[in-house]
């Protein structure tokens, strides 16, 4: 376990990845006055003068000790470099294993976002305390993940959320594919059923709930779900993110899941996509109620979630 920082220094914190998700909790870390390390393969990272970036490949341990020295903790939010069952089984044990090896030596608990993947009975609502056994594909690679953790020697904490949304999120349902329509008037193309409660997680209510976990011991070797608002619809969150940018309800056309898994046949992309679509065919909802209590958290309103949203997209066309 790392020990008590002075008063005159300021907590350090690593963070892997770059993402939306290893962004946002770089920010705010930075933002409540720590040392922030981001580690990535280009350097890439927030601007801001308590973070540090460094160019690096965490998957070699070599490279990881002495940037992990003196870390209060580890986010390590690095995602496959492809939505491919394979990739993700070429590359993210192989990583974690090397991360939580170096930050046990440090003395560093790892933080870990992670997916609804692993649960094994999707149907009811998922809570902290389900089962996570599912089997094959990508489900299968996160339930192996997580039993890694659970299995090592180094602190960990797992952070459970449902689909992103919120800034610099691009490749999720609720991101570019959904955004950027919406704002720009046209119909928008979902998948499975429209109409159907299913979980979605801001962001910057994920980074929150990462750092916290990472704070107090207490917390830790176990999985928390992410502060997460009621389920919504793709249908109502695309009317959220239009009442937010003060335009039109999008019409929204679904394509059945018989249509997708024939797309699949022929396109591995689609095949991958058409995995995940008992997420789109029936209720997919999670319970973060047990979660949110134990860290003293709340998720962000959807009508200030939805307009931050929008707003960053605002941003990046102009």
């Given at each position: 376990m790392s020990q008590p920082d002075s008063p005159e220094v300021p907590a350090l914190f690593v963070v892997t990845g770059a993402g939306p998700v290893g962004w946002t909790v770089a920010e705010q870390l930075a933002t409540a006055g720590h040392r922030v390390r981001v580690l990535t393969r280009s350097g890439s990272g927030p601007a801001h003068p308590r973070i540090e970036k460094v160019a690096v490949d965490v998957s070699d341990p070599a490279q990881l000790g002495g940037l992990f020295r003196g870390a209060k903790a580890v986010f390590h939010c690095i995602h496959g470099s492809q939505y491919s069952a394979r990739v993700w089984g070429e590359e993210l044990p192989g990583a974690e294993q090397t991360v939580l090896a170096a930050a046990g030596e440090a003395g560093a608990v790892v933080v870990f976002p992670e997916s609804l993947y692993s649960y094994s009975e999707p149907e009811r609502p998922m809570t902290e305390e389900g089962p996570r056994e599912a089997q094959g594909g990508k489900r299968g690679i996160r339930t192996a993940l997580l039993k890694a953790r659970a299995a090592s020697a180094t602190?960990?904490?797992?952070?459970?959320?449902?689909?992103?949304?919120?800034?610099?999120?691009?490749?999720?349902?609720?991101?570019?594919?959904?955004?950027?329509?919406?704002?720009?008037?046209?119909?928008?193309?979902?998948?499975?059923?429209?109409?159907?409660?299913?979980?979605?997680?801001?962001?910057?209510?994920?980074?929150?709930?990462?750092?916290?976990?990472?704070?107090?011991?207490?917390?830790?070797?176990?999985?928390?779900?992410?502060?997460?608002?009621?389920?919504?619809?793709?249908?109502?969150?695309?009317?959220?993110?239009?009442?937010?940018?003060?335009?039109?309800?999008?019409?929204?056309?679904?394509?059945?899941?018989?249509?997708?898994?024939?797309?699949?046949?022929?396109?591995?992309?689609?095949?991958?996509?058409?995995?995940?679509?008992?997420?789109?065919?029936?209720?997919?909802?999670?319970?973060?109620?047990?979660?949110?209590?134990a860290l003293g958290l709340q998720p962000t309103p959807l009508t200030e979630a939805a307009a931050a949203t929008v707003a960053w997209w605002g941003d990046q066309e102009r």
């Amino acid at each position: 376990m790392s020990q008590p920082d002075s008063p005159e220094v300021p907590a350090l914190f690593v963070v892997t990845g770059a993402g939306p998700v290893g962004w946002t909790v770089a920010e705010q870390l930075a933002t409540a006055g720590h040392r922030v390390r981001v580690l990535t393969r280009s350097g890439s990272g927030p601007a801001h003068p308590r973070i540090e970036k460094v160019a690096v490949d965490v998957s070699d341990p070599a490279q990881l000790g002495g940037l992990f020295r003196g870390a209060k903790a580890v986010f390590h939010c690095i995602h496959g470099s492809q939505y491919s069952a394979r990739v993700w089984g070429e590359e993210l044990p192989g990583a974690e294993q090397t991360v939580l090896a170096a930050a046990g030596e440090a003395g560093a608990v790892v933080v870990f976002p992670e997916s609804l993947y692993s649960y094994s009975e999707p149907e009811r609502p998922m809570t902290e305390e389900g089962p996570r056994e599912a089997q094959g594909g990508k489900r299968g690679i996160r339930t192996a993940l997580l039993k890694a953790r659970a299995a090592s020697a180094t602190d960990t904490v797992s952070v459970v959320a449902g689909d992103f949304f919120g800034p610099r999120v691009r490749g999720a349902h609720a991101g570019e594919r959904m955004v950027k329509p919406v704002l720009a008037g046209k119909y928008l193309l979902v998948i499975g059923n429209a109409g159907l409660p299913h979980s979605f997680t801001y962001v910057p209510d994920l980074a929150a709930a990462m750092i916290r976990a990472a704070q107090d011991p207490v917390l830790w070797n176990r999985v928390w779900h992410a502060p997460t608002g009621p389920a919504l619809s793709q249908r109502q969150i695309a009317a959220a993110f239009a009442a937010a940018a003060g335009v039109r309800a999008p019409r929204v056309v679904a394509i059945p899941g018989r249509a997708l898994r024939m797309m699949g046949m022929f396109s591995p992309g689609t095949r991958e996509l058409a995995e995940t679509l008992y997420q789109f065919e029936r209720p997919f909802v999670m319970d973060s109620r047990a979660s949110e209590a134990a860290l003293g958290l709340q998720p962000t309103p959807l009508t200030e979630a939805a307009a931050a949203t929008v707003a960053w997209w605002g941003d990046q066309e102009r």
